[in-house]
């Protein structure tokens, strides 16, 4: 019998809206159920259950609130495998990637499951004798949560965790490219919490405009810049709050200081992990004309070696692209990066496999420069293009040069340009000997420009997002 995935609505299920197939990308003739579709009446009625079960979720006393966050990243944990595989199966990463990320969506659960302990206010002396003041975080309310498809699991939880730790009840909108996924989360988290403090509601971007414009006190969104810019202006509409992550074109500047094995083996990881389908995926890499050659000759051998199959299959190291469209988009910027006079030097082409599926080799250009288009737009695919400098300098200035700023990294072993790096890239994270993909979950995540706009997501910081601040003066008289 096939899947039907739907919403939950004030702890009831309803998949009586127009379905989908959601198809498995390593294997099209697969489906992975079928996606029923909410209406705006539902996401209403989502809000309202939320709006309803709010006071009463931030009453709870502390240490409960922090036993059902930690039970939800337990099963999450002990649960790895199952939903891991069901994740490789609709979205293409490789098994070992959808069960980490699974493991990792726990782990931020456990995280925020501690957080609830945190006491989080102050205290200040008035100017005024004798007066007290105490300074409190309240929950800011009713969240909508809006995700993309790339980290289905992990994005869910680094936005719940802290919502529900602080106090909030909750609307998710998933992406329409994995609702099994937001599926069983969603019966898991309905099974520890009370009811109408998580509601989900499946759908496109309809489904989401609705809720952006919506009876909310904030929305949370993850996904791209033009998606990012109707929700926040719908939110602003209505004085919500508002927090957006999205996309990014995110530099290594290789310099000639750099171990060049090291620099070739973090630009691999950092540009096909996830068939560089990661907002932070290392798409320029930006290297010394004195270690170019060697360099790139390193990188293709590596890139090469690369084994792209089937998500499910032992040793695959690149799952397929997510969709037919991502994938026709991704073939147009490896196109166009021929055509803007880049060399391929490895890659550029659509692979068959046993199953068919989306399929793309991991791509090389050298040759590019910094005004060419695949250097200034978000790829979102095994693709990454190499410009050649004449110095640490003219690196650092490429690096600085988009509109975007999520994350950039330096190759180098000499510690003046590693510190000189760290205080003048201008993006949200920095990296020295590291690819720009890869970061831990207990401290702040977020860009500068369009990568990012409002508070930081991740670790303590983002109870500035998910908490109203509250000043009280005392005259004890
Ligand atoms: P997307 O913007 O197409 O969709 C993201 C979500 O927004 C989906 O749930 C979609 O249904 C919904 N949506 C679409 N139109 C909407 C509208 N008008 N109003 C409200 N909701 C709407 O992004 P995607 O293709 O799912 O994800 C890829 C993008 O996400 C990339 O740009 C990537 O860089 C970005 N991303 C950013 C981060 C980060 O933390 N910075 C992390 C992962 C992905």
Redesign the pocket.
Known sequence: MTDIYGQLINGEWDCSGPQTPNINPSDISETVGMMASATEAQVHDAVAAARAAQPGWEAVKLEEKKNILHAIGQELIDRCDEIGKLLSSEEGKPFAEGRGETFRAGEFYQYYAAECLRQIGESAASVRPGIHIDISREALGVVGL??????PVA?AAWKMGPALAYGNTVVL?????TPATANVLAEILDRHLPKGVFNMVQ??????????RSDIDGVS????????R??AA?AIENMARVQC????KNPIVVTEHADIDLAVAQSIHGAFGASG?????SSRLIVDAKIHDEFVEKLAKAAEAKKVGHALAEGTELGPIVSEG?MEKILGYMKLAKDEGGSLVTGGERLERDTEGYYLSPTIYTDTTNDMRVNRE?I?GPMTCVMKVESYEEGLALANDTDFG?AAAVMTQNLKEAEHFKRNAQFGSVLVNLATAGLDYHVP???RNA??YGPR?QGEHAKDFYTIMKTAYTNPG
């Open positions: 809006i995700t993309p498809w790339n980290f994005i909108k998933p992406s329409e490219v759908g496109g971007g309809d489904i989401g405009a609705a809720l952006s969104f993850t996904g791209s810049v033009s998606t990012g109707k929700i719908a992550e999205m996309g990014s389908q990661k907002c932070t995926a991502q978000e979102f999520l995540f977020g860009g990568s990012s997501e």
